[in-house]
């Protein structure tokens, strides 16, 4: 039976990190940035659900507000010309 590989605390990643110089730090940042543009679908799609959760949580709060979606158009159309 394999052993399953226990994953590092964030928090304890973090604070290394952060004792790295600041060119170590710049590097380090670009790749983690870098590694967000090679998400899996599976990952996606688990990121947009919680997103989405997320939003509505904050929507039946009344913390946001809903948006007609021919005003959402209107807008975008605006930007993009």
Do not use: C, H
């Given at each position: 039976?394999?052993?399953?590989a226990?994953?590092p ?25 870098a ?10 799609e ?14 039946r ?8 979606a ?12």
């Amino acid at each position: 039976m394999a052993l399953e590989a226990q994953m590092p605390d964030p928090a304890e990643i973090f604070e290394k990190a952060l004792r790295l110089d600041i060119d170590n730090r710049a590097a380090l940042a670009q790749r983690l940035l870098a590694s967000l543009d090679e998400l899996s679908e599976e990952e996606t799609e688990r990121l947009w659900v919680q997103e989405t959760q997320s939003r509505l949580v904050e929507y039946r709060a009344g913390r946001a507000k809903a948006i007609p979606a021919d005003e959402v158009v209107k807008k975008a159309e605006k930007l993009f010309r």
